[in-house]
């Protein structure tokens, strides 16, 4: 079903990204969105360090605007690394057609640790982070929310530690600022998961505003999953 509704993809790592594939090169990610048959893509590498505010650039000037009827974007997937600081100011963000904002790479050099090494301080720490992008108001999306990469801790972990009324909070706080938080199989099936577990605080209603708060950016088709 998502298959048929889903024609865009704005959250695409490239060879310039520590993360990505060496095969990512420009020409061959532009070429698997015209395979994938999508309208739009966004190239999203990271910005973790200084130096890494050079790679939309490069991204952009080796990129055309449309191929074959298929939109391009750049943008980057930027680290929050306070609940008052990201690692990008507005100014850069106004250079970028979307900030995609990762409030859960807290292991990342330059993310202020400012939580005890277990799920529920960790996981009130990274709803911390997500209120502090939403303020920053040059934020277009949350990726992959309460996903820590890199921790012996699961998603499904954080997913029953978050407090449901705190996750509640962010979503509208998103919702009414339009900014996105990105939903995904797997971020669904933690829920499940927790679910099964006998969590209490988590269950289908908070997945379904996760969902919810998924929007399209005017002018953008912007959809994240």
Do not use: K
Not at 32 to 51: N, Q
Not at 58 to 64: F, K, N, V, Y
Not at 194 to 200: D, K, M, R, V
């Amino acid at each position: 079903m998502l298959g048929r509704l889903i024609r865009t993809d704005f959250h695409i790592h490239t060879h310039l990204s520590d993360c990505g594939d060496r095969a990512a090169t420009f020409d061959a990610v532009v070429a698997g969105g015209l395979e994938a048959g999508l309208e739009a893509i966004g190239i999203s590498d990271h910005i973790i360090f200084p130096t890494d505010r050079e790679r939309p650039g490069i991204a952009r000037r080796a990129l055309p605007a449309e191929v074959d009827g298929m939109r391009v974007y750049v943008g980057a997937e930027v680290d929050m690394q306070s609940p008052t600081r990201a690692a990008i100011d507005g100014e850069f963000a106004e250079g970028l057609d979307y900030v995609n904002m990762a409030c859960s790479h807290l292991y990342d050099p330059g993310v202020e640790r400012e939580f005890i090494d277990e799920p529920r301080s960790m996981a009130s720490y990274m709803l911390d982070l997500m209120r502090g992008a939403i303020e920053l108001g040059f934020v277009d999306v949350i990726v992959h929310p309460l996903h820590v990469p890199a921790c012996r801790y699961s998603l499904a972990d954080f997913v029953c530690a978050a407090d449901e009324e705190a996750m509640r909070e962010v979503v509208e706080m998103a919702a009414e600022a339009g900014v996105a938080m990105e939903c995904n199989p797997r971020f669904l099936r933690a829920h499940r998961t927790a679910a099964e577990a006998g969590a209490n605080t988590i269950g289908s209603p908070i997945s379904a505003n996760w969902a919810r708060s998924l929007y399209a950016a005017p002018g953008r088709s912007l959809t994240v999953v």
